[in-house]
């Protein structure tokens, strides 16, 4: 138990931070002691070249995660929620270059369910000596996502989603929220997992999942994993306001495969066809409108910097 915290930090930690670290940040997003108080912990570790790169919306990270690759950056560090965590591994899918998360944003999800914590020093630490695992993506219409996807009611609910009220509340905003928008919208949804047909009827919510704790700090998917080579596929039937506030509760409580409003699945390929255009999401950003998407689990797509297994 002890003997590999025994051999590792005399060679293999303080060569990692020698390298070109590149820190990609989401300026408005508060962590600690913030950006500062990364900087001068960076140095202190003994980075040998620091790339930095301040963005004010997650949609402009993926530019600069380029240009940090372009000049040679041997790790990036990526400050800030689940968007930019998105935007971020979009760009680094299939390379070689890990990713450490700093989760300074109102959601953290994909750095929860890896087990990063809340906090800087210990987050850097991670970033900087932390395993190094190759973790699968899902990717929906040509872009990756780490935590997941959907489309129908989850889209429209967090695209209408108030964020200063999921600050404070966290899953609880969400239910709120999705109660106070539903339109109990249905349409007829066809679904084909892995080549066979799975769903064929109404539905309002369409959702796949790569983590357990998907939106909303909800535990949706009991048996997911990042490392599977596969997607957890969920499909809603629920319509109108009683059925919502009956699904969403169950969510919340983490039994969702005990709805009768909810059929879940696993696979590796979907696609999914509705009668009419659907506004879809990856990681908690609302994209456009659909009536098609093509899912697909990418196994091993990225390398993520996460705590050393318990025991």
């Given amino acids: 138990m002890s003997t590999p915290t025994v051999d590792r930090p005399a060679t293999a930690a303080p060569a990692r931070p020698a390298g070109v670290v590149a820190v990609v940040a989401h300026r408005k997003k508060t962590f600690g002691g913030g950006l500062d108080e990364l900087r001068a912990s960076l140095v202190a570790a003994g980075v040998g070249t620091l790339l930095w790169y301040e963005v ?20 990036i560090l990526v400050w800030g929620g689940d968007g930019m965590v998105q935007r971020c591994a979009d760009t680094l899918a299939g390379s070689d270059v ?3 998360i700093l989760p300074a944003g109102t959601a953290n999800l994909f750095a929860t369910n890896l087990g990063i914590p809340a906090d800087l020093p210990e987050a850097v630490r991670i970033a900087l000596h932390g395993r190094r695992r190759r973790l699968d993506l899902g990717r929906l219409n040509g872009e990756h996502f780490a935590v ?9 609910l967090i695209r209408e989603a108030d964020r200063k009220l999921k600050g404070r509340l966290g899953r609880v905003a969400y239910v709120w929220t999705g109660l106070r928008h539903v ?10 997992v892995d080549g066979a047909d799975w769903f064929d009827g109404e539905a309002s919510c369409v959702l796949f999942g790569n983590v357990g704790t998907i939106t909303g700090g909800i535990p949706a998917f009991d048996d997911a994993r990042p490392d599977d080579g596969a997607l957890e596929i969920g499909v809603s039937t629920a319509s109108g306001a009683v059925d919502w506030a009956r699904t969403l509760s169950r969510m919340a409580a983490g039994r969702s495969d005990e709805s009768p409003f909810v059929r879940i699945t696993r696979g590796r390929k979907v696609t999914v066809r509705f009668a009419e255009p659907k506004t879809y999401e990856l990681d908690g950003g609302a994209r456009t ?23």
Avoid: Y
């Fill in 56 to 75: 004010p919306k997650s949609r402009k990270a993926p530019k600069k995660v380029r240009k940090a690759l372009d000049r040679g950056a041997e790790l």
């Fill in 98 to 100: 890990p990713m450490g």
């Fill in 148 to 156: 997941m996807a959907g489309a129908g009611f989850d889209g429209d």
């Fill in 183 to 192: 339109r109990g919208e249905c349409v007829r949804t066809r679904i084909r």
């Fill in 289 to 311: 409108t659909a009536r098609r998407l093509k899912v697909k689990a990418v196994p091993a797509a990225l390398t993520v910097c996460c705590p050393e297994p318990a025991g």
